[in-house]
């Protein structure tokens, strides 16, 4: 009887060995892809992993498809793109938008509110006005005083009115402007995610100049590790970040930069006061979303290490490392387990 039980059970084991061998035998081990492009005025790089080569090559091409779309569609330079259409129309008319402006703009009001205007999309008029701003090394500029006072009252994300049912957009006071720029390259990055994992991706980085994003099991080991720069020194590597799924975005104010006079101006400007924001030299935001990481990032920058702080409590899931101009460090609770610092 025993005998039996054994046989019946060898001829089981072989046929699961065989049928299920031959399901394993024709699975593929995932394919990991990597392509480089230079978009939104930054290198863009996105590493995925698919199931199957070719399911992978259709799914990336569809991402930098509708990366290239979406870039035009946010274009502060481009003559024919809806904002700058908004722009044009500023005190005359409102402007209606398709879905993706007039939901990034939304977006934008909203954190513009929550900051107290630390971050406000409206800034722009402090670059677009001639006697603006121009964080340009080969022909720089920075505005009086007089300057300043006359365009400052332009700047206020209180004057954008967005008409829901019409899906439009005005801005109150001719010479306003709408910059989306600190908020659409996040934007972006989660639509590309998005676009990634509809055609199979099973994780990966796509990462815009900085403003990241990482989904699904890292290549090796429980989670994602993230280089941090150091913003005092650019030049090397400060801290390694752990993420398991989600956004990281970080404002330095390294990045882009003037001399004028012996002066040094940087590009991430306080609303409030219309110059280039200071106290802090870095900031390194982790959020769900990278269109969240974007927005805190330029907003806890203005604000400080104190108040930034105290607006991060507002987003669960936002963290941050914030390093201030004479080098003082502050890591959010969230964080504290899952930073590394080098130099340590």
Known sequence: MNRRVLAVGLVSLLVALVFGGAVFLHQKRPVRLHETRLLMGTIVDLEVSFPDPEIGKKAMAAAWKEM????????????????????RMAGSSPVRVGPEVFQVTRAALEFSRKSGGAFDPTWAALARDPRGWRINPDNPRVPSDEDLRRILPRVDYRKVEINEGESQIFLREAGMALGLGGIAKGYIVDRAVSVLRSGGARSGIVNAGGDLRVFGKPWAGPAWRIGVRDPLHPDRILARLSVSDGAVTTSGNYERAVVVNGVRYHHIFDPHTGMPSRGMAGVTLVAPEAITADALATAVFVLGMKKGEDLLRGFPGAEAILINEQGERLVTNGLKNRVEFLDR
């Open 68 to 87: 290239v779309r979406w870039e035009q569609v946010f274009s502060e330079s481009r003559a024919d793109s809806e904002i700058m259409l908004i722009n």
